[in-house]
């Protein structure tokens, strides 16, 4: 009997494509209409692949995104479970430093509650009282999600190998202990160039983003990965993420948690 999935080779193939994207900016077709047969877990190796080759290059791992933490959003795909994917030191960008807009193929952005580790969490097995033991403290974001998969046409598999479309954050400057904030109840209005553009609470995450928290550790530890001290866990967004262009300004108010503001380049590099 074959074994259902992809081999190697393929696996290869269709990491190597979602990879040079990065570069060419140009994105590909959806995997799941280009191979057939595309797994769960071929997805998940097809990341991994990425990562490695991004390691290769330098760059490190600094934390973890949750994606498909609405209801909405799950319904719209057909699961019923989240998914996730990594985020790398030179996705990191300061409030109102100026985001290389053209970095992106066709960016959107969305607010979310990030978790900020002061030591490791190993699943499987971990609760809810050990993930919160493990948090040093929570900060408003603003998550510039991307996709190399053309026209958004993704479905679970596409996103999973293709990092969980990931793509850069911006993290607030006002830490706060997490038994200062109700994190249900931590409503957030997000505003692009001065008019409101979503609006939502920390419920519409799992219904708590300390779930998503540990939805993660525990996935994650079955593969084999800790979340490590210091590392940032997005746990998923608050409301719909938007599209951003060059120029904009985007800011996300959190009641209990401060603001954060993503400023784009209002100018593209040439081209050769």
């Known amino acids: 009997m074959t074994r259902p999935g992809l081999d190697q080779e393929t696996r290869t193939a269709a990491a190597r494509s979602l990879f040079d994207a990065y570069t060419t900016g140009k994105p590909v077709q959806p995997l ?3 191979y057939d047969g595309l797994t769960l877990e071929d997805a998940y190796a097809i990341q991994l692949l990425q990562i490695s080759w991004f390691a290769e290059a330098g760059r490190t791992v600094r934390g973890h995104k949750v994606g498909l933490t609405s209801a909405a959003m799950q319904r ?4 019923d479970q989240p998914d996730y994917g990594h985020l790398l030191e030179d996705f990191f960008y300061l409030e109102h430093e100026p985001i290389p807009a053209d970095r992106f193929i066709q960016p959107r952005i969305e607010p979310e509650i990030a978790f900020v580790l002061k030591r490791p969490l ?18 408003p974001a603003l998550e510039i999600v991307d996709s190399r998969i053309e026209d958004w046409k993704i479905g679970l598999l596409d996103t999973i190998a293709d990092n969980a479309s990931s793509g850069a954050l911006v993290l607030g400057s ?3 202990a997490i038994s200062d904030v109700d994190l249900r109840l931590a409503g957030a209005v997000m505003t692009r160039n001065g008019s409101v553009v979503g609006t939502g609470a920390g419920g519409a995450v ?4 300390l779930r998503t928290l540990v939805w993660l550790a525990n996935t994650v530890g079955a593969r084999g990965v800790t979340l490590e001290e210091g590392h940032v866990v997005l746990p998923g967004a608050v409301c719909a993420m938007v599209p951003v262009a060059p120029g904009d300004t985007v800011t996300a108010t959190f009641a209990g948690l ?14 050769a």
């Open 32 to 34: 799941t209409s280009t």
């Open 76 to 79: 719209l795909l057909g699961v």
């Open 122 to 139: 190993r699943g499987p097995g971990v609760t809810a009282h050990e993930a919160l033991a493990a948090v040093d403290f929570v900060l």
């Open 174 to 176: 006002t830490p706060t």
């Open 206 to 209: 799992l219904g708590s983003p």
């Open 258 to 271: 401060g603001s954060v503001t993503a400023r784009f380049d209002s100018s593209r590099e040439e081209t």
